[in-house]
């Protein structure tokens, strides 16, 4: 995310954001996150109705519920796609991006074993959101641990996101710069997890 991207889609969505806001935020952050249009920039697009309703023009209390909907439905929809055809699209497809089926396993112990803190941290990024999301569908973890932690992860991200953009907006770089520093640390903490649970996979199979 850049300032650059922010203004832009400003100016873009100024137009309709009075209209059709509301909307917006539900279906972009329901796009994004549900992996079939993964083009749409939701993440962006909800910072900049957040921006928005810190100037009044919308009511935050409103768009955050839609968001957090939004971005609940779209996980589930990437989860069940894995679910029910996840190893085949792997099959097919994985050899294409890297994805061989010594790597599934490891991320698949991974997900077993700290399911919760995966899931949990890989939210706060739309790329390692859908894709955890994908494979935790197609892996053997439980339904019901998986919607939990998502939840919880869906709930803390919509409302920081919310709360830093609704009192920080009219500085956009602040902004920027908060959301970049903390998506790397939890980024950082995600690799470190599957890195450490790759090696201990290739060292019990030596």
Do not use: C, W
Request: no cysteine; net charge positive.
């Amino acid at each position: 995310m850049t300032v650059e991207q922010l203004q832009n889609l400003i100016n873009l969505l100024a137009p309709y954001v009075r209209t059709y806001g509301y909307y917006i935020a539900f279906f972009a952050m329901l796009l994004e996150n549900s992996g079939i249009f993964f083009i749409v920039p939701g993440e962006t697009i909800f910072v900049v109705l957040v921006f928005f309703a810190s100037q009044g023009v919308l009511n935050v209390f409103l768009l955050v519920p839609l968001a957090f909907i939004g971005d609940i439905i779209g996980d589930n929809i990437s989860f069940f796609i894995g679910r029910y055809g996840g190893r085949d699209l792997v099959a097919r497809y994985g050899k294409y991006l890297a994805i061989t089926k010594e790597r599934i396993d490891a991320v698949e112990k991974l997900l077993r074993e700290r399911g919760g803190i995966t899931i949990f941290s890989a939210h706060f990024s739309s790329y390692t959101r859908v894709t955890t999301a994908f494979i935790s569908g197609f892996t053997h973890i439980v339904i019901a641990k998986f919607v939990f932690f998502n939840t919880l992860a869906a709930a803390t991200y919509i409302t920081g996101t919310a709360a830093i953009t609704y009192y920080f907006g009219r500085n956009l770089q602040l902004v920027v710069d908060i959301f970049n520093a903390l998506r790397y640390v939890l980024i950082a903490i995600l690799v470190i997890l599957v890195i450490y649970y790759l090696v201990r996979y290739f060292r019990k199979r030596k």
